[in-house]
């Protein structure tokens, strides 16, 4: 987490409840595969307004995850849409990460590197692998009608894959102030004065 800091000026870790309901996850985020929209008034992630973080999930982890959420019908279209495949009989547009047999990007020219997504771990044409899917999870923070801070979440699987939850979740409020809540995505940022991350390891390059 701290070489994240120095290199990109960010870093995100996330508490969560375990599966069990009776201990606690810490997990570390990547900081390409996390987006908040960061509340300029906390130097800390978790007082941000909205948080996305992405993840790569197979279709097992997915449905181990998340099944007990989904509707039949959604089960049925994780498992049509996304199962094993040989990557040579493939169409390429439904990759996200297309690359030739050397490892290098499928096009060139003004057009290289199109087909490639930052983070996303990289296939090879000629071997079987699961078709990895694109999880998106969501929290933002809303108030109330007695102006009370709630937080709320949902998920976005794939495309058009949704579980979405109107109840605010469970949270740990101040005695202090328990009219607001917090992300349980947290961590720090570091900017410079033109509210830009900071990095120290581009910033010393030059020494």
Known sequence: MFIDL??????FYRVIPSQSGHNIQIECLNPLDTFPDINYESPYIKDSYRVVVRKYLSRTEVLNKYGKLLSSEDVKKIKDLWQEYFLDNFDSS????????????????????????????????????NNIIPVYEVEWLEVDKNFTMQRYSTVRIGTDVYILNSEPDKVIRSKDDPSKCSLS???????????????????????
Do not use: K, Q
């Open 6 to 11: 120095l290199v990109t000026g960010f870093t």
């Open 94 to 129: 439904y990759a996200i990460g297309v690359t030739t047999p050397y490892g290098t990007p499928a096009t060139d020219g003004l057009r290289a590197g199109e087909e490639v997504t930052p983070g996303y771990p990289e296939r090879n044409w000629f071997r079987w692998d």
């Open 185 to 207: 995505v947290n961590g720090v940022y570091f900017n410079n004065r033109g509210a830009e991350p900071y990095s120290l390891v581009f910033a010393s390059m030059v020494l």
